[in-house]
């Protein structure tokens, strides 16, 4: 036997428990050939409560976890082909900020896989609020010309929590409004 941490390959073997998963195992050391069993166990998951919006609608559901699992605000995680950020945790009737699976009552959690960017066009002299959708990852840079529902406008300055910048870029997650200004053409 190596007594090392390497690659098994999994002879044969079942899946047995009601509390706990557990894997009792046939399996073979890839590095040195030796045979023996294992048995590894993983707690049940178990189904916390959660609603997910995407812009106006929300939909409750539940999500599969395991029990010791951490939920945290702005984790990221996939839910029904869809990618969602955590927004709150209830434990026990109270929002927080973060605990373990077992104890969360319920999760709040917006779709994720395009976000909502805020516009204000500056079509000369009268400003327009639009809205856009975009990759939590898309870069936005001063100085940029976007199409906004058929108009080319420049980006001239981007605000990001509390500051706004006038040169440079930001990604599109931490964006909270984009200011633009038409191009004649």
Same mark, same amino acid.
């Given at each position: 036997?190596?007594?090392?941490? !390497?690659?098994? &390959?999994?002879? %044969?073997? @079942?899946?047995?428990?009601? #509390?706990?998963?557990?894997?009792?195992?046939?399996?073979?050391?890839?590095?040195?050939?030796?045979?023996?069993?294992?048995?590894?166990?993983?707690?049940?998951?178990?189904?916390?409560?959660?609603?997910?919006?995407?812009?106006?609608?929300?939909?409750?559901?539940?999500?599969?976890?395991?029990?010791?699992?951490?939920?945290?605000?702005?984790?990221?995680?996939?839910?029904?082909?869809?990618?969602?950020?955590? !927004?709150?945790? &209830?434990?026990? %009737?109270? @929002?927080?900020?973060?605990? #373990?699976?077992?104890?969360?009552?319920?999760?709040?959690?917006?779709?994720?896989?395009?976000?909502?960017?805020?516009?204000?066009?500056?079509?000369?002299?009268?400003?327009?609020?639009?809205?856009?959708?975009?990759?939590?990852?898309?870069?936005?840079?001063?100085?940029?010309?976007?199409?906004?529902?058929g108009t080319n406008a420049a980006i001239t300055s981007i605000r990001i929590g509390t500051h706004t910048i006038h040169r440079g870029s930001a990604i599109a997650?931490?964006?909270?409004?984009?200011?633009? #200004?038409?191009?004649?053409?």
């Amino acid at each position: 036997m190596c007594n090392e941490e !390497t690659a098994h &390959e999994i002879l %044969g073997g @079942r899946v047995v428990g009601k #509390k706990q998963l557990v894997l009792k195992s046939s399996v073979r050391c890839c590095e040195c050939g030796h045979v023996h069993a294992v048995e590894l166990a993983e707690e049940m998951p178990i189904e916390v409560p959660i609603v997910v919006s995407w812009m106006e609608e929300s939909t409750k559901s539940r999500i599969t976890l395991n029990p010791s699992e951490e939920v945290k605000i702005d984790d990221e995680l996939y839910f029904n082909d869809h990618r969602i950020l955590i !927004t709150s945790v &209830e434990v026990g %009737g109270v @929002r927080r900020n973060r605990g #373990k699976a077992k104890d969360v009552t319920n999760i709040w959690a917006k779709q994720f896989d395009k976000i909502r960017i805020k516009i204000s066009l500056d079509r000369h002299g009268k400003v327009y609020s639009k809205d856009i959708l975009a990759v939590p990852e898309e870069e936005f840079i001063i100085g940029d010309v976007v199409d906004i529902e058929g108009t080319n406008a420049a980006i001239t300055s981007i605000r990001i929590g509390t500051h706004t910048i006038h040169r440079g870029s930001a990604i599109a997650r931490d964006i909270v409004r984009v200011y633009t #200004k038409a191009i004649r053409r």
